[in-house]
Each structure stands twice: as C-alpha cells, then as structure tokens.
C-alpha cells in the first residue's frame, strides 16, 4: 500500500498539487448553535512549548463538572484553521468532518452534533443523553462516557479515493492526525483535559447516521476536566 499510494515522479506530483479537492456546498439546517469565541484578549497567552510540555492523555474525567460552550467553541475553531496541505482548495476545504457527543456543555443540550466548519457553526443532529452511548463506541471504555465532549474526526473515503486514487487515505490520515494533535493542545491550553482513544469503527458511523452514512472514523478526542482524585490514586 506504501508503492501504491507514493509519487514516483516529477510529473505525478505536479499532478497532485494541481488537482484539489473540492467538496459540495452543505445543505441548510435551521438548528445551528454559532460558536461563542472567545476575543484575543480572553485566549490563554501560554507560550505553545509550554503548552507542549504540559501536554499528556488524561486518564479520568470529572463527569460532575461541564465545559463552557466558549471552551468547546475555542477548541474547535482552533483545531480546525487553515493546515497549508499541497491536496486542498484553501480556505475552507477539508477531507475530514467532525461530529460530537456532547455530554456536559454550559448552553449547550446534550446530544450529537455536527461541526459546520464553514459555518462556524454546531449542527444539533439528535438530542439525548448518550454518556453510556459515548461509552459504549469507545470500546466500552468509562472515559468517553465521563468526558465532557467526545469528538470524531471522520470522512468520507469513497469520494476521496475515487479523486486522488490510493494516496486519498495519506491524506485523510494526515489531515486526521493533525486536527488530533491540535485538539490536544487547544485543549491543554485551556487548562482542560484530553486523550485520544480507540473505538467501534462501524458503530460510529452508525450512531451519528444517517448524517454520517457511508463515512469511517479516523481518530477520538475526548475533552473535559481531569479528576484529579482519580489520577492521582
């Protein structure tokens, strides 16, 4: 899969860099929830070495304190800015969708959601208590059940594949592994907890369906406050 999916030549990747991608225009959805960012001033000023230092995978969450919709707003249009790729149309084309369980949002009902990037916008798909669902995907795992937001990065690899062939999967995963990377450390920044986690491929494209149909799932961060209690036993 490595031969068949690498650029043997100068003219392959040309070729690469002169055929992005993409997508469809979203269709139009009236439960929206806008993101409440947070002003320049209000961002944590922590130097990102820092950030980087105190970065790690938190073993517990504290399911008795929620995150503010600000916290979860922050994260997400950090995480998702502009990664300078040679395979996407800029601004706002992506290979990757995310999609959240949330669990303990301030202002914020729980349920799952889709992130409309170019909207900057949380599309309300089904409300509902799904703590035990969220545990459930996470192979069964309390974590994501505890976590204040769980949130997937997913995409569609029919379409992908079908335009740039093999190496469509690179891409995904890279795009994928960066956007995990970045809510880690918007998360820390924050002062809040994250860990990246495994889970049921199929059935999470089954829980956030028919939204998601068709869709696989690429990487899992889980985000809420540490329970210090537990973690430090």
Known sequence: MHAASSLTNSDEVVNWRDNL????????????HPLYL???????????????????????????RSISFEELSTVLDWTTRDIPFDFLQPPTTTLIDLYVIVNAVDDLTPGSYY????????????EGNFRNAAGRLDLGQQLSADAAANIYCMCSLEPILSYYGNRGYRAAQLEGGIIGGRLYLAAYAQRLGATGLTFFDDEVTDFFSPHAAGKSVLFLTALGYPDLSRISR
């Open 21 to 32: 991608y993409e997508r469809d225009k979203m269709i139009e959805n009236k439960f929206l």
């Open 38 to 64: 947070k002003t320049n001033t209000e961002l944590p000023q922590e130097s990102l070495a820092s950030v980087i230092c105190r970065r790690g995978s938190t073993r517990a969450f504290d399911r008795t």
């Open 115 to 126: 992130y409309r990037r170019s909207d900057q916008a949380l599309e309300l798909l089904v």
